[in-house]
Structures are given as structure tokens and as C-alpha cells.
């Protein structure tokens, strides 16, 4: 979970390796208000949104250009998952033992 109290997500990342399967990165988004952080307007647009560009060309000035295609090349890799799925789920307090 991030410690910024002005980050909007609370993300829980874990991979998951049962006996005999092959190994599951599992990523679970805590909504606060529930489904409807899922709507699209539901967080106010940025009137000022960076460049396009410029998380490339940081990312590139702070560790250059080799970094950047390395890590290019992984997010391509990346690409060729062999699968993706999604669930949503609604925590029941009532119903949970956490």
C-alpha cells in the first residue's frame, strides 16, 4: 500500500505458487467507495495533464537510454502473457473473518 495520503488507490500485489501450476501475479484493488471508483468520472480530470512523453524522457535523463530499453524490452515480454483475467468482488464484513 502506498503511504501518500494523496494517492488515490490501495493496491495489494502478491504472486501465487501452488504446487504443480505455474506461478500467478495477483493484484487486488481495495475500492473505498466501492464499485463506483470504477466509473469513469469518478476522479476529477487533471486540467493541466503532463506531456505524453514525459515520464519517458525523465526516466531516460535520470538512468538513459540503455535503462530505457531494457525496460521497454520487459514491457514488451510482458505483453505476451499467456493469460489475463479479472474479478470483481465485494467484501462483506459480515461474511469475512478478516
Do not use: C, H
Not at 85 to 97: A, H
Amino acid at each position: 500500500m502506498n503511504a501518500n495520503p494523496t494517492f488515490r488507490f490501495s493496491n495489494n500485489t502478491y504472486v501465487q505458487i501452488l504446487q504443480g501450476t505455474k506461478s500467478v501475479i495477483v493484484s487486488v484493488r481495495n475500492l473505498k467507495d466501492g464499485f463506483k471508483e470504477l466509473d469513469g468520472n469518478y476522479f476529477p480530470r487533471n486540467p493541466n495533464p503532463p506531456a505524453p512523453t514525459l515520464f519517458k524522457d525523465t526516466y531516460i535523463k535520470d538512468y538513459g537510454q540503455e535503462a530505457w530499453d531494457a525496460r521497454s524490452k520487459l514491457l514488451d515480454d510482458n505483453a505476451n502473457i499467456e493469460s489475463r483475467e479479472s474479478f470483481l468482488m465485494i467484501l462483506r464484513k459480515d461474511l469475512s473473518s478478516q
